[in-house]
């Protein structure tokens, strides 16, 4: 990271981060460029999990090349000035990389489902078995993260 001192090196304000935020953004290869899909999410144990249709670009893609990048934003607030350059913004995120697991057993889906329900505030769900039959679960293995952050933050 070029500008350290906007470097998160604290690992509990990273877990906050991964924690709190509300959508995921996945860069997916397609061939020599990427294509940018953004997620609602759960995040447990060092894995984020996203629910899919079963079929389309992204599942087309991921198996072909299953390794990704993503993004997620905690906070965030631009800080106007009267001059154009005087503009700034205050706000935490990660960037990291891993590699997606494509999921097709029912068992595993209502786990995952579990948890992307759960980092929502949904906590008892139940699931039509019709439509656990249409979705592919995305695991999602955390091999590298960083966190950056600007502005003054209270810890």
């Known amino acids: 990271m070029r500008r350290k001192d906007k470097e998160i090196t604290d690992k509990r304000i990273i877990e906050e981060i991964l924690s709190k935020s509300e959508i995921c ?3 997916i290869m397609d061939a020599d460029a990427p294509y940018i899909v953004p997620f609602y ?11 899919s249709a079963s079929v389309g670009r992204k599942i087309d893609l991921l198996k072909v090349n299953n390794k990704v990048c993503f993004e997620m934003v905690l906070s965030h607030e631009i800080i106007k000035n009267e001059l154009s350059c005087g503009f700034s913004a205050k706000y935490r995120c990660v960037i990291g990389y891993g590699t997606v697991e494509l999921i097709k057993d029912t068992a595993q889906i209502k786990c995952g489902l579990d948890i992307i329900m759960s980092h929502y505030g949904h906590i008892e769900n ?8 249409r979705i592919t679960l995305l695991k999602l293995k955390i091999e590298s ?9 209270e810890d």
């Open 25 to 27: 953004r996945i860069a």
């Open 145 to 153: 993260i960083s966190g950056k952050q600007s502005g003054i933050w």
């Open 126 to 133: 139940t699931y039509e078995e019709k439509y656990l039959q």
């Open 41 to 51: 999410y759960g995040y447990s144990n060092n894995h984020l999990y996203f629910h």
